[in-house]
C-alpha cells in the first residue's frame, strides 16, 4: 500500500485518538441538552400562551378609590385626632352599613353583601386620612361605588355626636388601566413553567436518545478508533461522489483525511483487503467505499472496488457502470475476472460490480470460490475494499470481514444506536474479523468542529455552507 507521509500531520491531529471515556460523555450532558434550545424555546412560548390564555378568559376588573379626611372643628385647638379612632372609622367606611347605603344611594342591582366584597378601606399611613377603594369591571362603576361610599361616611359622621368633621379631600376617579388580573407575574409564571417543562423534555430526550453523536463516544462503543468523519451535505444525494466536487470541498478533505488515517494505521501490519460495512442500511457505507476506492486510487495505490452488497448493490450505480457481468458471474464460473473487471473513471481503480443478483448471497459468499477470488484480488492490487451489506440483518458482511484484513463501520451520526454499533462489533469480533475503524458519516458540520474533527486550512463549517448553498444555487438555474 502507498503511504502518504506528507500527511503523516493528520494522525496527531484526527487519527486515532485515544479514547476520552465516559467522563468526557459526562461533560457533554449540558451541551446536549442546550444544543435542544429550539424545542426548550418553543415549550416556553407555549407556557407564556397558555398563561396569555388563561389571563384572556378571567374577568377584568377595575379599581377607583376616594380619599377621606378626620380632622378636629376649626375651633379647637388640637389637631391631632387619635389613632384607635381613625382605624374604627375605617372599619366603618369599608364596612356593610356603608355598602347597603351605596345600592340605596346608585339604585344598583347587586345585593349588599356583593358590594362590601367589592369595598374597603384602610388608614393611609401616617396620617388621618382614610382611603376607601372599590372594584367592580367598568372603571366608571368602580369610581361610582368609591364615591358614594365616601360621602355616606362624611355624611354618617356629621350625624354623630362627636366633635370631628370628616371632608372628601381626593375624589374618585375612574381608571382605565385593570386592576385584575395582574398580567405581568402570570405571564413570567407562564414562561418559567414553560421552560421548566422544555428542560424537563429536553432531559428525557436526550437520556433516550440512544443514538451516537460524538465520535468520542463511538470510538468507546466501537472498541475501535474513528478513522474519520463526514459531514452532513445535502447535496450528498446529487453529488455522492467527490471525483464531482472541488478539491478542497470539506467532504473530499474528509474523504482524504480518512485515506490517510487508514494508510498510517498499524503500518505493521498489511492491510490489503479491507470490508466497508454498517450496523443497518442507509448509513453511507457505500458512498463511503467507492469515495475512498477512489482517494486511493488518486494517491497512486492499484485500488479493487468490489461490490459485495449482493442484496442492495449501489456501487455500480453511483459509478454508472454495467453490473450484470461482475462477482457472482465470477463465482459461478460463466467469466473470468478480467473480462469481469471494469475500469472506474478514476485512473488505478477497477471495480467488479455484484452482476446477477442471486437468491442465497450468503451461501455464495461463503463458498471456497470467494476465498480463491480475494486471494487472487490480494495479489494484483494493492488495496482491495470489499463494500459489504450491512451487519445487523444478513450474515453476509460477517463473512466477507472473516476472510479479509480488517472492516470498517461506518456509523450514522444521530440514527445508529449504541446498541447497534456494539452488537455490530460483536458480530465482527465472533466470526475472528478485526475492526479496523469506524467513520462517522452524517455528522452536522458544528458539531465536526465541537469535537475536533473540522477540516483545518481555512475550510471549517462557513466553508461547507458556503459552498453548499452555492452549489444549490448553481443547481436551481441549471434545472
Known amino acids: 500500500m502507498v503511504i502518504c507521509r506528507t500527511s503523516m500531520r493528520y494522525l496527531s491531529d484526527k487519527a486515532i485518538a485515544p479514547g476520552r471515556g465516559p467522563d468526557v460523555r459526562h461533560t457533554l450532558g449540558v451541551r446536549q441538552l442546550l444544543r435542544r434550545w429550539p424545542s426548550i424555546l418553543v415549550i416556553t412560548l407555549i407556557g407564556i400562551g397558555v398563561a396569555a390564555g388563561a389571563l384572556s378568559l378571567a374577568p377584568t376588573q377595575y379599581a377607583s378609590h376616594a380619599d377621606v379626611l378626620i380632622s378636629p372643628p376649626a375651633n379647637r385647638s388640637t389637631t391631632a385626632v387619635a389613632e384607635r379612632l381613625v382605624e374604627s372609622y375605617a372599619h366603618v367606611l369599608g364596612g356593610r352599613a356603608t355598602a347597603a347605603d351605596v345600592v340605596d344611594a346608585l339604585g344598583l342591582t347587586r345585593g349588599t353583601g356583593a358590594v362590601d366584597r367589592d369595598l374597603s378601606a384602610e388608614v393611609v ?103 474519520g468523519a463526514v459531514a452532513y451535505d445535502r447535496t450528498a444525494v446529487q453529488t455522492p461522489l467527490i471525483t464531482s466536487l472541488g478539491t478542497h470541498h470539506p467532504r473530499f478533505e474528509a474523504v482524504r483525511i480518512l485515506r490517510t488515517n487508514l494508510q498510517f494505521l498499524d503500518i505493521d501490519h498489511d492491510h490489503k483487503v479491507i470490508t466497508i460495512t454498517s450496523s443497518v442500511p442507509g448509513e453511507g457505507k457505500s458512498t463511503t467505499a467507492t469515495n475512498l476506492a477512489i482517494a486511493l486510487a488518486q494517491a497512486g495505490s492499484r485500488v479493487v472496488l468490489v461490490e459485495g452488497d449482493l442484496r442492495r448493490p449501489r456501487v455500480s450505480e453511483y459509478l454508472g457502470i454495467e453490473k450484470s457481468v461482475g462477482l457472482t458471474t465470477v463465482l459461478v464460473g460463466r467469466v473470468n475476472l478480467d473480462t469481469a473487471l471494469q475500469a472506474a473513471g478514476t485512473p488505478g481503480l477497477d471495480v467488479l460490480t455484484s452482476g446477477a443478483l442471486p437468491p442465497n448471497p450468503s451461501e455464495i459468499l461463503q463458498t471456497n470460490a470467494m476465498k480463491a477470488l480475494v486471494a487472487e484480488l490480494r495479489q494484483r492490487f494493492d488495496v482491495v475494499l470489499i463494500d459489504a451489506p450491512p451487519l445487523l440483518p444478513v450474515t453476509d458482511a460477517s463473512l466477507l470481514a472473516s476472510i479479509s484484513d480488517g472492516a470498517i463501520l461506518v456509523v450514522r451520526h444521530g440514527e445508529t444506536g449504541r446498541e447497534e454499533v456494539r452488537s455490530a462489533a460483536g458480530r465482527l469480533q465472533a466470526v475472528g474479523a478485526r475492526l479496523l475503524g469506524t467513520v462517522l458519516s452524517m455528522a452536522p458540520v458544528k458539531e465536526l468542529s465541537r469535537h475536533g474533527y473540522g477540516y483545518g486550512y481555512g475550510y471549517g463549517p462557513e466553508y461547507f455552507e458556503r459552498t453548499t448553498a452555492t452549489r444549490s444555487r448553481g443547481g436551481a438555474r441549471k434545472g
Do not use: C, H, K, Y
Open 125 to 227: 399611613d401616617g396620617t388621618s386620612v382614610l382611603r376607601v377603594t372599590a372594584t367592580s369591571d367598568s372603571g366608571g362603576r368602580a369610581a361610582e361605588i368609591s364615591q358614594a361610599a365616601a360621602e355616606s361616611f362624611v355624611t354618617w359622621l356629621g350625624e354623630q355626636d362627636n366633635p370631628l368633621v370628616a371632608t372628601i379631600v381626593e375624589p374618585a376617579a375612574a381608571s382605565s388601566t385593570p386592576s385584575s388580573p395582574d398580567r405581568a407575574p402570570w405571564l413570567v409564571l407562564g414562561g418559567l413553567v414553560g421552560l421548566l417543562a422544555g428542560l424537563v423534555v429536553a432531559a428525557v430526550r436526550v437520556v433516550s436518545d440512544q443514538s451516537v453523536r460524538t465520535p468520542a463516544e463511538l470510538e468507546e462503543l466501537a472498541g475501535a478508533p474513528v478513522l
